[in-house]
């Protein structure tokens, strides 16, 4: 008995909603329209960071596992075509690229050691470039989930007062303010706010969630890079 009540109660409730919104005003519709496209959109880039964010752990800490395991660094570069999905072996195959180049450029003069030396600061500006980039591609789409954070509560409000103005509106055409004549078109003004606090929120928390990641896998990016420079001024320096 207690679950028919609950039932025909959230029966109720959605009814009552779906109503509202059909019976807003134009302008209260198109605002919620705007709103659910943003909700949409959020969401999608939400989904896709997630599988995106999962996809470069597990490849990142399976390139750290190979990486520990060789004991060259020619030996890491087969194991580091393999993920392409890994942000560290990204920042390794493009330093181990520019250590190649060095390395040749060393060999065809006569100040090799001089040379390779002086030529690290290429390596490193190399290092730093290819961790930029992929900083870049951690970050893309979170612009948007930080827009919609902060710019839906203000679309449905907007949505919210315009709505009032028309009930004030009807008011006046019809000459009675009584609660059964204003509270229905004010309870469709603030469905706009509601759908932009219900677009805002997810927006916002995993905005925060997926800036965090970034910044520590951009941080691992950091730490790897300095761990590959140590490795490669050491060489030159017995050489």
Known sequence: MNNIGTLDMGNK?????LSMILDAGLMVKFILLILLVLSIISW?????KFVYYR?????????HSDYQQSSKLSEVLPAARKYSFSTTAEVFRVGYAELIKVNKASRETAR??????S???????????????EMTKLESALGFLATTGSASPFIGLFGTVWGIMETFQSIGAR???????????ISEALIATAAGLGAAIPAVIFYNYFLNKSKKMVQEMDNFADEFLNIVERFLIRK
């Not at 409730?13 to 909603?17: L, T």
């Not at 999608?44 to 896709?48: A, G, K, P, W, Y």
């Not at 030529?119 to 980039?133: E, F, G, I, K, P």
């Not at 000459?175 to 078109?185: E, H, I, N, Q, R």
């Open 13 to 17: 409730i959605s009814g009552s909603v």
């Open 44 to 48: 999608t880039i939400i989904f896709l």
């Open 55 to 63: 996809k470069i752990r597990v490849e990142n800490e399976a390139f």
């Open 112 to 117: 090799g050691e001089e040379i390779s030396l």
């Open 119 to 133: 030529s690290l600061d290429n390596v490193q500006r190399a290092l730093n470039r290819a961790s930029n980039t």
């Open 175 to 185: 000459g009675s303010a009584t609660l059964a004549v204003v509270a229905p078109g």
